[in-house]
């Protein structure tokens, strides 16, 4: 089912791949770039975890509302978390009481403000960041998953593609541990 409650996209896609795996069938080639920014921003080199990253990209993909992005990274964050789903579902209830460092929900409430629109984004919000101890770097890179996130999200729900409401349907993928570019290469293999 998609967002629109229909089981069908707005666009024949070529494959019966959920969300923007399908996406990525229907156009390789803006499949490998987008891949590639997923895998610097969410697997590359950072003083960030793995996990918190891919907790930003799932709490901007829960305030848009998008299914998908939202069940894909929730796994993959809760697989990455030492407190794992319970821990991304206090998140998205309430982060204000949700048990992450100070510094994590400085960068969440910066990554809310990107979802809002890149404007929002005040110096109080990057002072209150750097005051719990972020550098620029996971400044920047917080409000580069949001934007990006943002992006995927839309593209996701603005063609309505279709997503499975069963979080245990994205456990196993979100396993993997090779990277975005890796797993899009492996799931090319298989295909082929």
Not at 43 to 69: H, K, M, Q, W
Not at 70 to 77: E, N, R, S, V
Not at 109 to 134: F, P, W
Not at 160 to 167: H, I, W, Y
Request: aromatic residues 6%; charged residues 20%.
């Amino acid at each position: 089912m998609n967002h629109a409650g229909k089981s069908h996209p707005h666009i024949a896609l070529n494959s019966g791949e959920p969300g923007i795996r399908g996406l990525f069938r229907f156009r390789p080639e803006a499949a490998l770039p987008l891949n590639q920014l997923s895998e610097v921003l969410l697997c590359g080199d950072s003083t960030l975890p793995r996990g918190e990253r891919e907790l930003i990209a799932t709490y901007v993909s829960a305030l848009n509302r998008c299914r998908f992005c939202y069940y894909t990274h929730a796994a993959f964050a809760a697989t990455r978390l030492p407190d794992g789903a319970a821990l991304v579902d206090q998140v998205r209830a309430d982060l204000g009481a949700a048990p992450v460092s100070a510094k994590l929900r400085a960068l969440l409430v910066i990554a809310a403000a990107v979802q809002e629109s890149g404007q929002r984004v005040t110096e109080l919000h990057v002072a209150a960041a750097r005051a719990e101890g972020a550098t620029d770097l996971e400044i920047h890179d917080t409000v580069l998953i949001a934007a990006a996130f943002c992006m995927y999200n839309r593209y996701v729900d603005g063609l309505a593609t279709v997503a499975a409401d069963e979080p245990a349907h994205y456990a196993e993928r979100a396993k993997m541990t090779g990277g975005y570019v890796a797993v899009w290469a492996d799931a090319l293999g298989r295909a082929a």
